[in-house]
């Protein structure tokens, strides 16, 4: 394509110039760099895509780097939205000092959220009432009402579920899945809790039941759904959200029985008092230096959004 023949294209080994890699921050591999005459970061990105996926980023590489070329502001952040459920969020919680949020839960009356190494408490207005540490930093979190719960990324490798205390951000059991002892995987995404068993979603969409006194998983459901990253339950069916939607699941059949479009990224949520409460997948970028930074959103949020089972 004539796109392709505007570049000089540079292919490079890492493993015969372990150099290239660590100057430029590139952990993800294949990726692809568009580079200013001094090195400088114009645009990148990472991951096997198809033909259509690959020509939209592809593009507005060149794009920047006409506006680069013309001296003009070439990497402004895309527009973030305020909410990532259009005209159904009637709150939105300010998490100042939280970067990193993994997993949220209601419990006994206090919205508990994951962050990294830390456990937040807020009460009922939003106001912030703790922060303790939390061990081996677990992908998401769940209640019972009696318990809380967080699952770690490797439970799909033998990782345990944790029974925390939430005073103290302490574990004070472990529920080992011994199936999964033998598996390599890391790919745990969600947690939830409903009829006395645990609910465990995968990156892949498959939702595993678990017995939380055993730890063994009783049935798997199957969904079509694909790089999902968020599981809740309306007390009717699982939420399941992830980069573009959030879908009603039948949890006898796995099919998909609602869809809502999101205008951002899901990346944790819990189900109280008839709202999902949720928080957006950080957008992670790279200054023109190649050092990692935060894109968007610009603040830690939870937003409220109205939803009927």
Known sequence: MALARRAHWVWVDRDHTPALPRRFSVSAYPSLLFLG??????????????????LAPFREGFERYDRYRAGAAYDAPPPWPEAPVAGRTTRVLQVPGADALRGIAWHRGELLLASLGELIALDGTGREVRRVPLPDRPNALASDGERLYGLHYGWTAGRPIYELDPATGAAVRQIVTRANADKQAFSATGLACHGGRLHVLTVSGAIHVVDPASGVVERTVTTRLRYVSALAFDGRSYVVGGRDSLNRVDPGTGEVVGC???????????????????????????????????????STRIHVVEWQP
């Open 37 to 54: 005459t001094e090195g400088e970061n114009i645009h990148r990105f990472a991951g096997f895509l198809n033909t259509t996926s690959f």
């Open 260 to 298: 809502v479009p999101l205008l951002a990224p899901v990346r944790g949520m819990t189900f109280h008092a008839g709202a999902l409460h949720l928080f957006e997948q950080v957008q992670m970028g790279f200054d023109r230096n190649h050092r990692p930074k935060r894109i968007a959103p610009d």
